[in-house]
């Protein structure tokens, strides 16, 4: 193997070393604890999301640069896999944030949940998870040399894993987990939503997102979706 692999392979394993550590390591609670005490909860949330993100851009970059192990050829259709899987993506994860969710992390004023009206929540409990293991089972796709395959099949198995293991967090956490389950999945079927305002914001920012994404994944990533 030439030097130039190896420093691609090296640089590939250290960014995914560090891409969970980033995410790791903060969130224990003896740390997280600390640097709330330094900077307040919103400062660790600002501070957390800033760092997740570059490490997350480090890994991608790394995955482009390491060198070409082709798993599967690519083919022209590949690449409307994620363009269209996207668009739930966007919606997940715009209807399913900041809104009350005990049952997740993500939530906005759990404590004004009510399963009578749990909206996206009532089909999908963990909105960032599903948002994450869409979006890279999709790239999978898209995607068919060694390193983004490992890469995105990591991110897939690890949001998938990631629902059970904050499901058994929280069965620990809340003693009332199973009934308010149980009474938001009882809870009526509407098809209409009970706040239109509400409806309309999260379904324009989902086409924002979804554009701001398609535009820019070009300029930020270096590969354009749509050629």
């Known amino acids: 193997m030439m030097a130039w692999e190896l420093a691609g392979w090296a640089e590939y394993c250290v960014a995914f070393v560090v891409f969970f550590a ?3 390591i903060p969130t224990r609670p003896s740390v997280k604890t600390a640097i709330t005490a330094r900077i307040g909860a919103r400062g660790f949330g600002i ?10 851009y480090w890994l991608l ?4 640069r390491a060198p070409i192990v082709e798993v599967w050829a690519w083919a022209p259709w590949q690449n409307m896999v994620p363009v269209i899987a996207m668009i739930p993506v966007c919606a997940i994860l715009c209807f399913g944030l900041a809104r009350p969710n005990p049952f997740s992390f993500g939530g906005r004023k759990n404590d004004q949940f009510d399963p009578r ?4 929540i009532r089909l999908i409990r963990h909105p960032a998870l599903a948002a994450l293991a869409l979006w890279a089972a999709a790239h999978t796709v898209a995607n068919g040399h060694l390193a983004h395959v490992i890469m995105f099949g990591v991110f897939t198995l690890f949001a998938l894993l990631g629902m059970r293991m904050i499901d058994r967090r929280k069965q620990r956490e809340m003693p009332d987990w199973s009934q308010q389950l149980s009474a938001m999945r009882a809870s009526s079927r509407r098809s209409t939503p009970r706040h239109w305002g509400s409806f309309t914001i999260r379904l324009g920012l989902s086409i924002l997102l979804y554009i701001a994404l398609l535009r820019g994944h070009g300029l930020i990533i270096g590969v354009y979706p749509l050629g």
């Open 22 to 24: 980033a995410h790791n």
């Open 47 to 56: 501070g957390y999301g800033l760092v997740s993100l570059v490490a997350l």
């Open 61 to 64: 970059m790394s995955a482009g």
């Open 117 to 120: 009206e749990p909206g996206l």
